[in-house]
């Protein structure tokens, strides 16, 4: 029988393998997570508005129902294109006669990869709880500092990048500290919490158009976002951020700084055999196979694809239409037919910024503030695998919108490092002195 392997469960391989669900055919999907997660979402864990299991869902639960699919958890190192096997980290190899690869991006720090322990970026279920402790524990470290330069950079949060996830990260942490957190300390006011946005391009949200990337910023600055466009970042450090401006060389002290400012193509890319693109991704015929291989199909973030002359940006809708597309043009392969012309469907492009202030594109109508906040909400609730995520997600979006509060504030993994174990004492030996 013909064997598929999709790799990755990402929006593209999920719908690859649903398209394939009537198919008489056996699939291996392999994911190196045990679960499907809605990274639109992903910034609402990292700023503890959403718990984990609210944006995710075990891969085995989703497609259980599938009969010709088996899931391995796993991670793929390479691929054999001659061979027609893929390699895993644990030695193992599994052979295809057809091969989906849908293994995503992740992080790019533009070759100064030692900034990734500093600056983190968001890109799994890990990276939203590392952030989230990060964010929560720069508040308590700033509650038992009693100098107060020493904690001002506690209080100052960096986001390196204004794309959608950089606006949406700036815009909420800043709501944190008005409004979620105020009136829970005893020593600082988390209201006087300062958020710099830091962008090398001229305008925040630079896909967007430059009207809606206009509001974007005015809707982030009345937040109290200090927005700071046309920056370079030059170095990233324990202690703050250097970029580069008109004004010249600055220095921004934040003992928090958020990634959000690249995005690299998987590695797996590398072991195909063909030439990739200058952001690393696998250039893809129309039916989105590679050169001289017509069983292997590349899609999603990973996959240099165009429509209609037109690049297919990275998102969500384009990954699960590709998703569908491969497993179609599979099926035709098999029944000798011509494989079908992969078309994007352009359904918009949303971007939330806070509380009631969203932008939004539906084709040629922009629009922004509260109804795009509404439409914003309305279509990632409908997306959310299963009924119990929508449910989950409505049920603390209410209780947020009602009270100010985020309640997925737990904090794990916070051994402290000797380094701030002694300011900490430093801090309680500073106090005592004073009251007595």
């Known amino acids: 029988m013909t064997h598929i392997v999709i790799l990755g469960c990402g929006f593209g391989g999920l719908e690859a393998a649903r398209g394939l669900a009537r198919a008489d055919v ?14 639109p979402l992903l910034y609402q864990v990292a700023t503890a508005g959403l718990s984990g299991p609210a944006i995710a869902a075990p891969i085995r639960h989703i497609l259980a129902r599938q009969r010709n699919l088996t899931t391995l958890m796993g991670s793929v190192t390479s691929v054999d294109i001659s061979r027609r096997m893929v390699q895993l980290n644990d030695g193992a190899t599994i052979p295809y006669d057809y091969l989906i690869v849908a293994t995503g991006s992740t992080h790019s720090y533009f070759g100064n990869d030692q900034w990734a322990e500093v600056a983190p970026g968001l890109k799994t279920l890990g990276d939203a709880f590392e952030i989230r402790r990060r ?18 950079p506690w209080l100052t949060f960096a986001v390196v990048g204004a794309g959608a996830t950089g606006v949406e990260m700036a815009g909420t942490m800043t709501e944190i500290g008005q409004y979620t957190l105020n009136g829970e300390y005893r020593r600082i006011d988390s209201r006087k919490a300062r958020v710099v946005l830091i962008e090398g391009s001229d305008r925040v949200l630079p896909p967007y158009p430059p009207d809606l990337s206009e509001k974007a910023r005015k809707q982030l600055e009345r937040l109290g976002v ?29 003992k928090t700084v958020i990634w959000s400012a690249g995005v690299a193509a998987s590695p797996i890319g590398k072991t195909l055999g063909v030439e990739l693109d200058r952001a690393g991704r696998v250039p893809v015929s129309p039916d989105l196979t590679i050169a001289g291989h017509p069983e ?20 969500s809708p384009a990954a699960k239409q590709m998703g569908r597309t491969a497993a179609r043009n599979i099926l035709l392969h098999m029944q000798g037919k011509p494989a079908e012309t992969f078309r994007y469907k352009d359904y918009g492009s949303l971007a939330t910024i806070g509380r009631k202030s969203a932008v939004a594109k539906v084709g040629n109508i922009k629009f922004s503030g509260l109804p795009a906040w509404l439409f914003w909400l309305f279509v990632h609730v409908y997306f959310l695998i299963g009924f119990r995520s929508r449910l989950m997600v409505l049920t603390d979006w209410a209780w947020a919108y009602f009270t100010f509060k985020r309640n997925a504030r737990l904090v794990v993994g916070t051994e402290e490092e000797p380094d701030a174990l002694e300011a900490g004492a430093a801090a309680h030996r500073r106090r005592a002195s004073q009251e007595t």
């Open 26 to 39: 056996q699939i291996t999907l392999i994911d190196r997570s045990n679960h499907h997660l809605f990274q």
């Open 135 to 152: 964010i929560l524990m720069s508040f308590e470290h700033a509650e038992r500092e009693l100098d107060e330069e020493a904690r001002a």
């Open 226 to 254: 200090e927005v700071r466009t046309g920056c370079r970042v030059t170095a990233i450090d324990r202690d703050g951020v250097t970029f580069t401006s008109a004004n010249g060389e600055e220095r921004l002290h934040a």
């Open 296 to 315: 292997v199909y590349v899609i999603g973030d990973l996959a240099a694809a165009k429509s209609e002359g037109q690049p297919v940006p990275g998102v």
